[in-house]
């Protein structure tokens, strides 16, 4: 076995391993963070190496298990794609293994049961690390099953908690419908190819039509997995109530999974791209970033808000994609590769920013028992490390220069830009609207990300606990502290980054980025040097000497010292904590602008001691118009088959016996 | 020689951002002036607002109580971004090594770093106008972005390019062609230039009024040198916008080549264009009534609406022909 997947066997038995270890921790609680986790961390290290020897070498290896059926063994196979999303799943893990050991400490004394957590949060990472490298359906498919049912487990630790109960269960209905949508999926590319191997999937030949069939059924699948509108409705509610380190994994991680389910059945399997799927692809990935962020702008529970946020990014992520597809099926290679490193970029992006983002709300969490935005404020000043990093987060998903998440979507409008050089008149102006919307995304994230900040971390404490919140542990600092230099890292050496990720496309669509950086570590052409150019690494250098040049002359003594005094206020009463614009009151003109999209109830009701109070539910649009109907449709039906179930074991007998008679008889 | 001209060039390159800097409170002045005739008063001297830096950067900086960190770091971090930005722009000479590093959106871009943390020092002291104001700030913002991008991107799908360079000459070399699309696409520049700047009928500038501020509102709290740069980066903004318009819209005259005689024209023609531009705007905020917050989102519609058309229009009438 080449080197690449042996590190990534170790990953896996790592990833195991530190399963199995916390078996132990029924009778030693303190071995989750002293051996566990530490297990945990060094899975992920694995898989980056294992990633980076893939991306680097840009070779295919295979290999064959002695596991699986007799006449199907398990067949591994790690080429770029592979290694690249076994590096973006590595680098979180990573994280979360520094992360984790002061964060899962509140747990010790707690009642939930330990060696769940770490148990199936194992099994979690083996099971996406198992699907990123599967070379056939069978174990494709049982490492996604692994993956979303010990997933399940970890969003439903909090147990006590109904809602949370609830969120974990619509999370498992979710999970399977879409699985077996996948699985269907695959039925259709196994039928016509012959085999369960991606190797005879790829050979299958497939008429437009049934490959369309193959196409909408992985999107229907992969996008429920991915959280895409309007079947993103689980998200939110599950993500949340997960442990802070976990939601990172699943919102920065997991997520990604899906992207390369959708991107390994699409682009490799299926292996022919028509524009068709790339219109579809790109509407739903613009709708998903617009009411994504939209959602999350009015969210005031900053792990749901968080979560919302995810929807926006993976929107972003498949209007990449879309893109690609359009541009490979209407034969513009080159701009297809654009399209697709574009989003490749924005994954990884995604996953440090979000991971990043996580774990500051899991510190704010651990350190003041609150989520509640409207409940924070001046967090900046008693965790001033938490603060900082949590601002590179924000300005990262905010699209920033010189952020790395602006990286991502310079890329995305630059491939969005080059719409010209298509013949089609409607496709010519359908993706700059695509665009217009991704820009529109991008400034509403910003608001949203200036509210998250200045409520929770800027002004004066909204209440107690808050005002008495410390600093968190060394560890937790550290795992946002990686995540933040590779924010600040990707975005200003965007050049190498497209280095490594340019060998995706070239396997996978056969097309490289040749001229993206042939003009030196300096400048990122994704075209051509007149066509476009972006300097990051002269950004950040102007910007930083000219802000150490301010420090400098701060420091010096030769600007007069700042004094202290009141605020002014306009000459007001000195202001109190309440006084402040709260996180609702910050979103209240765009709520008010984008109203349709919302269900808002609000109500001022007279109590009977005469004071007033006011009410504001903001819902969410696609539950009533895509979930209630299902959920009524399904009760319907439970209702009428409920009449089956007559008590009498002879009926039933009577029942099972001619289902297997009409089972036989459709099969002879 | 090689060696020569690469220097000159970022030599001129730097010479230019310091003069996009140095020009800026001239043209706020120029618009006060006008404004001041149009309305029967003498005004201001020209050269006021130099006046009014000078004795801001002098003055001792108060800062409050409750302020963070981020409220005194702030006003460098606005002021670099959107200097950083301006220096992309070509003000006087086409052939410059900046507009490589940055493309119009990574000047976009810039501007939102600049706002990002202007809103967020807003929000820092923790009072209530210092919220609003960041609230409305980003309404304004995330409506007036898509706008400017999409106008942008006309003008990028005409010229292959989204340099602002190669924009300018690629207009250049179209030579004097009416394109529905560029009118369109000026008309939303010019609403979007308007908003972001926070001049009326969005914002105004000269109001302390409490409940009608936006960007008054989010300075509210700042003194000394700290208000003198957060003033001063407004004003190179304006003066942004004002050479964005002016010179991809109206190229002529720019300097294409970095011969003395050319630069002088250039820096000739870019003040004329720039004086008519700043009468422009002193006559429309002299006749226009600032409107209501909520009124905004459809005067940003608009903009983008104009945008789309200038776009379609591109793409339907311009591409085959």
Known sequence: MAIGLDLAALAVGLALASALASALTIRAPRLLRLLVLPLFGLAGAAAVAAGLVALVRGEVST??????????????????????????????????????????????????????????????????????????????????????????????????????????????????????????GYGVLASFGGGFGFEAMRAAPLSFGWASVAFSLAFLGFGMKAGLVPLHAWLPEAHPVAPSHISALMSGVMLKVAVYGFIRFVFDLIGEAHWQWGVAVTAVGSLSALLGVLYALVQNDLKRLLAYSSVENLGIIFIGLGLALVFQGTGQGLLAALAFVAALYHAINHALFKGL?????????????????????????????????????????????????????????????????????????????????????????????????????LGQARSRHVRRARQVPLGMRAGQGVLAFLCLLFGVLPTRVVDLIEAVPRQILGQGLPEATAHGWLWLTPVAPATASYGAPLIAFVLLVLALLAVWAARRGTLRRARRCDPWDCGFAPPGARMQYTATAFAQPLRRVFALLFRIEERVEQRENGLLRHRLVVGDRAWGLFYAPVVRAVESAAARIVRLQSGNVRIYLGWTLSTLLVLLWIIS | MDYLLIASSWGLALLQALLFAALAPLLVGWV??????????????????????????????????????????????????????????????????????????????????????????????????????????????????????MAVFTLAMTAHSTNLASVVDAQLAGGLVLRPSYLFALGALVLVALAETGRIPVDNPATHLELTMIHEAMILEYSGRHLALMEWAAQVKLLLYGVLIANIFLPWGIAGSLAPADLVLGLAAVALKLLALGAALALAETVLAKMRLFRAPAFLNLALLLALLGLLGHVILEVGA
């Open chain 1, 63 to 184: 290999a064959v298990l002695p596991l699986g059926l007799p006449w199907l063994p398990w067949q591994v196979r790690l080429d770029a794609l592979s290694g690249f999303f076994l590096a973006l799943i590595g680098v979180v893990t990573f994280a979360v293994g520094l992360y984790g050991p002061a964060y899962v400490r509140g747990f010790e004394r707690g009642r939930d049961p330990l060696p769940v957590l770490g148990g199936f949060a194992g099994l979690f990472l083996a099971g996406m690390l198992l699907v990123v490298l599967a070379d056939d359906a069978f174990l494709f498919m049982v490492a996604w099953e692994v993956m979303s049912l010990s997933s399940y487990f970890l969003v439903v630790f909090h147990h006590d908690n109904p809602a949370n109960r609830r969120a974990a269960f619509l999370y498992l209905l979710m999970a399977h419908v879409g699985g077996l949508a996948i699985l269907l």
């Open chain 1, 357 to 457: 983002l996580f774990f500051g709300a899991g510190a704010i969490l651990h350190s003041t028992h609150e989520r509640d935005l409207d409940q924070m404020g001046g967090l900046l000043r008693r965790m001033p490390w938490t603060g900082l990093f949590f601002l590179v987060g924000t300005l990262s998903i905010s699209a920033l220069p010189p952020f790395n998440g602006f990286v991502s979507e310079w890329l995305t409008f630059q491939a969005a830009l080059q719409a010209w050089q298509l013949e089609s008149g409607v496709l010519r102006s359908l993706i700059p609207i695509a665009a217009a919307m991704l820009a529109l995304t991008g400034a509403l994230a910003a608001a949203c990300f200036v509210k998250v900040y200045g409520v929770a971390f």
């Open chain 2, 32 to 149: 006060r002036k006008v404004k001041a005739w149009l309305q029967n008063r003498r005004g201001a001297p020209l050269l006021q607002p130099y006046r009014d830096l000078y004795k801001l950067l002098g003055k001792e900086v108060r800062v409050a109580h409750t302020a963070s960190v981020l409220f005194r770091a702030a006003p460098y971090v606005v002021f670099i971004a959107t200097w950083l930005a301006a220096s992309a722009v070509p003000l006087v000479a086409v052939a410059l090594p900046t507009a490589a590093i940055a493309d119009i959106i990574v000047v976009v871009g810039l501007l939102a770093l600049a706002r990002f943390f202007l809103a967020l020092a807003g929000m820092d002291v923790g009072t209530a106008f210092g919220g609003m104001g960041a609230s409305r700030e980003m309404l304004v913002s995330a409506l007036a972005e898509p706008a400017m991008l």
